[in-house]
């Protein structure tokens, strides 16, 4: 079992950064693919960016690739998204998720485990 809670959000003006973290408990942690997803007011979840249990891949969304940045230290059990260059279209709850499976180098699928969120809003 692994328990899941983020951190980091706010609120930020267009054009700035951010930084998510996500602390993990459970033994199992650099075991797991990880990964955040966000869901926007009326949306759907959208995958964000992951990375592999090792930390040697990492796959983006087209929509963040290059202003985003994943990653990961196991010895603390945390995974982190840097958000630089934001706007408005950013603006959503962010989870962060492990166990997540890469279907192509732009998409992976969720895996069982969900943290509850934190909300990033980008004022324009």
């Known amino acids: 079992q692994v328990q899941l809670v983020e951190s980091g959000g706010g609120l930020v003006q267009a054009g700035g950064s951010l930084r998510l973290s996500c602390a993990a408990s459970g033994r199992a942690f650099s075991t797991y693919n990880m990964a955040w997803f966000r869901q926007a007011p009326g949306k759907e979840r959208e995958f964000v960016a992951g990375i592999s249990w090792s930390g040697g891949s990492t796959y983006y969304a087209d929509s963040v690739k290059g202003r985003f940045t994943i990653s990961r230290d196991n010895a603390k059990s945390t995974v982190y998204l840097q958000m630089n260059s934001l706007d408005s279209e950013d603006t959503a709850v962010y989870y962060c998720?492990?166990?997540?499976?890469?279907?192509?180098?732009?998409?992976?699928?969720?895996?069982?485990?969900w943290g509850q969120g934190t909300q990033v809003t980008v004022s324009s």
């Open positions: 998720n492990a166990g997540a499976v890469a279907i192509t180098t732009v998409k992976m699928i969720g895996g069982r485990y």
